[in-house]
């Protein structure tokens, strides 16, 4: 087949490694793919590394950008068309917002395989612009957009049974034009023990000591991703956990307030930022900790609760969208969003007692090694694109 996958933008982040690893083995199993992407703008870093000698050839179209901006969007738009009307593919697969509607439209409607003439169009919802946390009436109009590109779309991809639910909630779509594909991580680097002369290297290169209980999140400094809520509670847990510390990986526009606020609190040697880092190093940050805490208030399903699971650590998240997929009393702790208590009370009761740190994580590492491995991933969706063009 020939596949047009479109993204965004290339930055660090799930829906850029889940869209960089389905391009790979899609190309490995001899089908003929090209990415389209916008530049990777922002403090998030860029994967545009990844895509070198990894078979499919990679497009940027400059106008393609995050933020809404009337001109940009058109002229981008008639780009993705013009681009998806040489290239003629036979299927056109969309991720993230932005992409998803201009693509999707572009789509809609050239010259391909499907009955009418046309491509299929698939999009996967890595996560949902529409949202509890921001106003009525732009979950309206996000909705409203939503629907109208379903209209446009042959089959949904959802990276957790949660996003399913809540796109049909919404009146996005049918039941029957949805799966769940996992978003896959390529698992060897996380699997593999790192040994403990890395591990001690790790630590001291943040200045963390051998013998510290050491609290890993790994995701944006951004708004809603929650580590306000995680500094909240180390306000207690500092005080009974003399070894605890609490290693924030990820850079963005909430470093220097949060840096700000641990200093105010007296906890500035407790708390270590150690910005963006290389995604061949994630592993390394993880197993080189000995707890895994995600707060975010809004994911798809966090990419972070598998990775630690596959190196056998004990997760803590936040109970939003589908972190309950993979997050149970037998892997970790699922809490209440926004509920300090119980976050202090959860990373306590793992602080104290390694012994259930090491059952909680060898469990964690068995429930998901086969659920998000990368294969799984792309039978699934290269099985979408068989059926729609039958």
Known sequence: MKIVQIITRLILGGAQENTLI????????????????????GPEGELF?????????????????RAINPFNDIVSYFQVRRLLGRLRPDVVHTH????????RYAGWGLKGRLGGGRPAVVHTIHGLAFHPYQSGLLNRFYIGVEKAAAARTDFFISVADAMTEQALAAGIGRREQYVTAYSAIEEDAFLEPIGEERRRDFRGRYGIADDSVVLVTIARLFTLKGHEYIIESAKELA???????????????????YKERVRRMGLAERFKFAGLLPPGEIPLAIQSSDILVHCSLREGLARALPQGMLCGRPVVSFDVDGAREVVNERTGRLIEPKNVEQLTRACGELMEDGALRKRLGERGRESVRQKFAPGTMVDTIEAVYQRLLG
């Open 22 to 41: 389905t391009c790979k083995l899609l190309a490995e199993r001899g089908h003929e793919v090209v990415l389209i992407t916008g530049p990777a703008l």
């Open 49 to 65: 590394n990844q895509t070198q000698g990894a078979g499919y050839r990679v497009v940027v179209v400059d106008r393609l950008r």
């Open 239 to 257: 005080g009974r956990f003399e070894k605890a510390v609490w290693l924030f990986v990820g850079d963005g526009i909430l470093t220097e307030q």
């Open 96 to 103: 993230s917002a932005k992409a998803g509607i201009l693509g």
